[in-house]
């Protein structure tokens, strides 16, 4: 083979097996073929070639085809994938509102019912039941509570009713419709058994039956205008419910303190213990209408008419004139009539003392003063005055001590049929005085501190018993007084002081002791200047107080549950107080105790009203 074919061969070997050009392969091999029929390795290579030219021809194709239809494999395979995706998304809604979706409302529904329910209950607990019945109406509709609900709503509107029952019979207890509201009350008991405080209520009805009794007898004896039996019930009842019929028992015991006060003014004997009695009456009368200026007016009558009445027993015939005019000039009937026969009897003693000591003109005035006065009978006047103005001043035919018809002395008298044997107070130091209504009259009596030797004492002596009570209020070096005093125009409200008579004038000399917005009174000093004694109504009743002479370490000494312990006296040791107090039956009894308070016990025990001890110092 020459150069030349050599590099055409070549040439064409290089198409053939570098695969240049893959469509030129069977055309080269075809060229080659002839020109090396004798070479065996180029008809091998040319045999390769053409197997190889007929496979891409044939599978060519084929692979071409086998790339592009694994890119569309791949795309189905995720459009299938996205398609499942979608599909079980779809399922899975499809599910929730099938199945998962009711089954949660349910339990919801049921939750918001059974919430409810609760609210209903609570509601009910709670006493509010219209709002129950409307919460157990709503939570019945729902299947699973309608029969509880139901039976709620029945139980709601049950107690509505008791309800309803119960505040109609507060309202009517409110209203002192008490029989109204024990029917109401017992109504309740029947349909609810023990509901709120009805079995109090009813207890409290049953107990209260005993205040109708003194109720009723109180009225009777208003209704008979019995005054002193007016008080006794009325007090008793106040003093175990201030509540009760409050209007009623007010009002008919203030008339009967202030009507009882004038008769004992009135009486004939009007003697010093019935004038501080009618005083004590009046005093009670404005405690029970504070604010009332009737009822402060006629308790500053009647102490200026006591006043009056005082300076008439001590001959003090200007004091007792003043007194009477004042009460005559806004009052002229006063006591019926007989503040004008008191003020005609003041005149004419006047008259007669001027006339006695020659100043005839003023015996004129006077004797002119009492005939023109509206009294029963004014003839002794006129004929004295007739008598002075006719010519030389004659004696009077009249002694010149007035005779006030209701005369000041004291209301004791002697023993049984007027004896003269009474002793005289002053020998039993170390006893006890004390007043008492035994043998049918008001005396001044005495006993042991053990309570025996009870007995009465010569009638004389009351002066020297208040003189002693009086005494008890100075410290025992006689330069402090102890005294009870309230603000002006508050009667519920007096305080204990202490005045210092020992301190030069302009220091300050008054001392306040108690400021409780209470009532504190009576204070007595023991004698050891230690302890002052009184009394408070401070935790509800009037109770025996003590406190130190400087006016500490204040401490209640009797306590009771309605009844009242009044006028403490120390013993000459100061180891004991005597008082008086109505804690049994609500007779006035005088009782003694410790200075501390212990060993309470009945010293003059009997069925009489015994009151206002003194320890005999």
Do not use: C
């Not at 309230?486 to 202490?498: S, T």
């Amino acid at each position: 083979m020459n150069a030349v074919g050599n590099t055409d061969h070549d040439s064409r070997l290089t198409h053939v097996f570098g695969r240049k050009q893959d469509n030129a392969r069977g055309e080269v091999a075809d060229q080659m073929r002839p020109d090396s029929a004798d070479d065996e390795n180029i008809a091998a290579l040319l045999d390769d070639a053409s197997v190889k030219v007929e496979l891409e021809e044939s599978w060519g194709s084929v692979v071409t085809r086998r790339k592009f239809m694994i890119g569309r494999r791949t795309a189905i395979w995720v459009l299938a994938l996205v398609n499942i995706i979608i599909l079980a998304a779809f399922l899975k809604v499809a599910v929730i509102d099938r199945f998962v979706r009711p089954t949660v409302e349910a339990q919801k529904d049921e939750q918001r019912y059974q919430s409810l329910f609760e609210t209903a209950q609570i509601a009910m607990a709670e006493g509010k039941y219209p709002e129950a019945i409307n919460a157990f109406a709503r939570a019945s509709t729902h299947p699973l509570l309608k029969e509880q609900a139901q039976a709620g709503e029945l139980q709601a509107q049950r107690m509505a009713e008791v309800d309803l029952l119960y505040r109609d019979a507060n309202k009517a207890w409110e209203n002192q419709d008490y029989a109204e509201a024990n029917n109401l009350f017992n109504q309740i008991e029947v349909k609810v058994p023990g509901y709120r405080d009805v079995p109090q209520r009813l207890e409290q009805w049953q107990e209260m039956q005993s205040l109708f009794v003194l109720y009723e007898e109180g009225e009777d004896a208003y209704q008979r205008q019995d005054w002193e039996e007016v008080i006794p019930p009325f007090e008793r009842l106040r003093s175990m419910d201030s509540s009760f019929l409050t209007a009623q028992v007010t009002s008919h015991l203030y008339d009967a303190y202030v009507k009882s006060a004038e008769l004992l003014l009135q009486s004939e004997d009007a003697q010093v213990l019935k004038t501080r009695v009618a005083e004590e009456r009046v005093r009670r009368a404005v405690l029970l209408r504070p604010d009332d200026p009737d009822a402060e007016r006629e308790a500053r009558v009647v102490r200026t008419y006591v006043s009056g009445l005082n300076a008439l027993s001590q001959g003090d015939l200007n004091s007792a004139m003043q007194a009477f005019v004042s009460i005559y000039d806004v009052l002229p009937r006063y006591l019926g009539g007989l503040i004008a026969e008191q003020l005609f009897r003041v005149y004419l003693a006047l008259g007669d003392q001027k006339l006695a000591t020659s100043e005839r003109l003023d015996a004129i005035d006077f004797y002119g003063k009492a005939s023109q006065l509206p009294v029963a009978d004014s003839t002794e006047a006129r004929l004295r005055l007739e008598a002075v103005a006719a010519g030389p001043p004659p004696t009077p035919t009249v002694t010149p001590t007035p005779t006030p018809l209701p005369t000041p002395k004291p209301d004791i008298v002697p023993g049984a049929g007027g004896e003269p044997e009474d002793p005289p107070l002053k020998l039993f130091k170390g006893w006890i005085a004390f007043i008492s209504t035994r043998d049918n009259e008001t005396g001044l009596y005495v006993m042991r501190p053990d309570g025996s030797g009870q007995r009465r004492v010569r009638k004389d002596d009351i002066e020297l018993y208040y003189q002693m009570r009086e005494r008890e209020r100075w410290s025992p070096s006689g330069t402090t007084r102890v005294y009870a005093e309230g603000p002006k125009g508050k009667a519920n409200d007096v305080n204990i002081f202490v005045f210092r008579e020992d301190l030069p004038q302009g220091w300050d000399r008054r001392f306040q002791y108690t400021d409780w917005g209470a009532l504190e009174y009576d204070p007595v000093w023991s004698p050891d200047n230690k302890w002052i004694a009184f009394v408070s109504n401070i935790s509800g009743n009037d109770e025996i107080w003590i406190m130190t002479s400087e006016g500490m370490d204040h401490k209640q000494l009797t306590h009771n549950t309605w009844e009242w312990d009044k006028h403490p006296s120390f013993s000459p040791d100061s180891t004991k107080i005597v008082f008086w107090t109505n804690r049994e039956g609500g007779n006035n009894q005088i009782w003694v105790m410790d200075v501390d308070g212990n060993n309470q016990f009945n010293l003059s025990n009997n069925e009489f009203e015994d009151q206002e001890p003194v320890w005999i110092k």
